[in-house]
């Protein structure tokens, strides 16, 4: 049987944040997703999940620069996840997506509803 790690998400940024490494740039940023639905009683939910993504600058068409708050992004990657220990023992899991393709929708808003 064939393993697969492979994550595909559009959604909106939330936070980013900017590092320089000599002569390459990073950015993180978060991507939100939502689900919608409805209760069986009719009331509507969304469902919103905050994915972190970290996307090195040359990697795939993107300009790092334009991933900003708000913007629209397509993601497709693998899951990668980090296992630590903070200063006071506590052993804690990280989860990140690497991408391999991202894309800014320029112009774009997600419609309601759409899963």
């Given amino acids: 049987m064939e393993q697969l790690n492979r994550i595909e998400l559009r959604g909106y940024v939330g936070f980013t944040h900017q590092n320089t490494f000599g002569n390459s740039r990073m950015v993180r940023f978060s991507l939100a997703t939502s689900y919608y639905y409805r209760t069986p ?32 992004v397509e993601v497709v990657g693998r899951m ?33 509803g759409s899963n």
């Fill in 41 to 72: 009683e009719g009331a509507p939910v969304v469902e919103t999940t905050w994915h972190n993504v970290s996307v090195w600058d040359g990697n795939g068409d993107v300009d790092i620069s334009q991933i900003k708050k708000g913007a629209v």
């Fill in 80 to 112: 990668k996840g980090t296992k630590y220990t903070t200063a006071e023992g506590v052993e804690k899991h990280f989860y990140e997506v690497v991408p391999t393709s991202v894309k800014v929708l320029e112009g774009k808003a997600l419609p309601q």
